[in-house]
C-alpha cells in the first residue's frame, strides 16, 4: 500500500522546536518532489516548505524563512521539517505531499489536492 505518514508533531511554548517527518511506504520520496502545507482552524491550507526532486532546491513561505528547514533522508526514505523559533500562529495541522512533475515553487504557491500523495496531518499547538 502506497502511502505518506507524518510524525513528530505536539505540542510546545512559543519559542521552542519541533521536528516533523514524512515517511513514505511502497515507493521512494528521492523521486517526488515533497512539500510541507499546513491548515489552521478557518483558514486555507498553505505551503510552508517545499523541496525539488533533482537537485535538493527549496522554497520556504516568507512567514516560516529562517525558522523552519527542510531535507531529506534518503536512506531511511524520509523528508523532515525542522521547525525552531516557533510561534502561536505556527499552530496547524501539518501535512506532507510529493508529486514528481512540479517546481517547489509551484507545490508551495498552489497546494493542490490532485498532488500525487498526501499524508493525514500531524497536529502542532503552539501556546503558552
Known amino acids: 500500500q502506497l502511502h505518506l505518514v507524518e510524525s513528530g508533531g505536539g505540542s510546545v511554548q512559543p519559542g521552542g522546536s519541533l521536528r516533523l517527518s514524512c515517511t513514505a511506504s511502497g515507493f521512494t520520496l528521492a523521486h517526488y518532489a515533497i512539500g510541507w502545507f499546513r491548515q489552521a482552524p478557518g483558514r486555507e491550507r498553505e505551503g510552508v516548505s517545499c523541496?525539488?526532486?533533482?537537485?535538493?532546491?527549496?522554497y520556504y513561505a516568507h512567514s516560516v524563512k529562517g525558522r523552519f528547514t527542510i531535507s531529506r533522508d534518503n536512506a531511511t526514505n524520509t523528508v523532515v521539517l525542522q521547525m525552531n523559533s516557533l510561534k502561536p500562529e505556527d499552530t496547524a495541522v501539518y501535512y506532507c505531499?510529493?508529486?514528481?512533475?512540479?517546481?517547489?515553487?509551484?507545490?508551495?504557491?498552489?497546494?493542490?489536492?490532485?498532488?500525487?500523495?498526501w499524508g493525514q496531518g500531524t497536529r502542532v499547538t503552539v501556546s503558552s
Open positions: 505531499a510529493a508529486e514528481a512533475v512540479t517546481t517547489v515553487q509551484t507545490m508551495c504557491e498552489w497546494p493542490d489536492p490532485k498532488f500525487q500523495y
Open positions: 523541496i525539488s526532486r533533482t537537485d535538493g532546491t527549496t
